[in-house]
């Protein structure tokens, strides 16, 4: 049986750091059991799944820098052939998402859609739930090139005036399945230089391998201080999993905005089946069911 160290080391989660003087924080990720639940949940091709993991690896990064409960949703939508990707992920280590795409991406090998921008024309919409505020704090971004990691650099660059370096991988097996996946955000804090950052940015481009640093084992902040030359601490570590909320209390509950002609026109109709569209799981109407609606 694995013993306990490489149950944590191969357990899906985000690291979070800061650098010893204070002027950068990061967070290394690995989710590659996430990534693939979600692939397996939508029965998704290669293709709509390298997507659909780059968008909940943002976004699990995008939340690694809240609090308890408090959400970061990555919406993607264009009119190209991938029309929507839609992520949300809480900083308590759970996410979910889905994907909406024209079939025809899967004429595109897994490698050539690195190059493609198949959102075509679009936006993305990024929205953070605090605990101290009442509505989200929305910014839009127009999608530039369709890579995902371009876009919401953009959006830290443009909306929060963040300097960000942001790292994506995603990795197949002969099957088409996910076999490894994972995500680093660098961001400046307050008092950094503009070349301290470009310098860290150089280092990073030149010497950090995402892929063999989430496959090799080795604690994130050992990998940091080796190829960086600057020394991370350790801030914070969470276990990461694909998680849905959704129940089917919960749909009858939105079931009951609509109007009664329609409740009854679906119970009529036989249109008893409600999917989930962050989960794909099904859930059945019952006669007991419409009674309560």
Do not use: W
Not at 114 to 135: A, P, W
Not at 166 to 190: C, H, R, Y
């Amino acid at each position: 049986m694995p013993d306990i160290k490489t149950k944590f080391i191969n357990r899906d989660r985000f690291t979070r750091l800061m650098t010893k003087d204070g002027m950068f924080r990061a967070t290394f990720l690995k989710n590659s059991v996430t990534v693939l639940n979600a692939q397996q949940k939508h029965n998704l091709p290669p293709q709509a799944a390298y997507f659909l993991a780059l968008a909940l690896s943002s976004v699990t990064l995008t939340a690694s820098f809240f609090k308890g409960e408090e959400r970061a949703i990555l919406d993607f939508s264009g009119d190209g052939l991938i029309t929507k990707i839609y992520t949300e992920a809480v900083h308590a280590g759970e996410a979910r998402g889905y994907i909406n795409f024209d079939d025809r991406i899967t004429v595109f090998g897994v490698d050539e859609i690195q190059s493609e921008n198949l959102f075509g024309y679009g936006t993305l919409r990024v929205s953070k739930i605090f605990y101290d505020k009442t509505e989200p704090v929305t910014g839009i971004v127009d999608i530039s090139n369709g890579t995902i990691v371009d876009d919401l650099e953009l959006y830290y660059s443009q909306s929060e005036q963040i300097p960000t370096k942001i790292l994506l991988t995603v990795s197949f097996d002969e099957n088409g399945m996910i076999k490894t996946s994972g995500g680093f955000i660098l961001q400046a804090m307050p008092g950094s230089s503009h070349s301290q950052f470009e310098t860290m940015v150089h280092t990073l481009k030149e010497n950090f391998d995402l892929l063999k640093a989430i496959e090799s084992g080795v604690t994130p902040e050992e990998i940091l201080n080796k190829t960086l030359n600057t020394e991370f601490t350790v801030i914070k570590t969470t276990p990461v999993d694909f998680f849905c909320r959704c129940t089917k209390t919960g749909f009858m509950n939105k079931l009951l905005t609509l109007g009664p002609d329609e409740i009854k026109g679906m119970k009529s109709d036989g249109n008893r089946e409600i999917v989930c569209h962050f989960c794909n799981k099904k859930y059945h109407l019952e006669d007991k069911d419409f009674d309560y609606l």
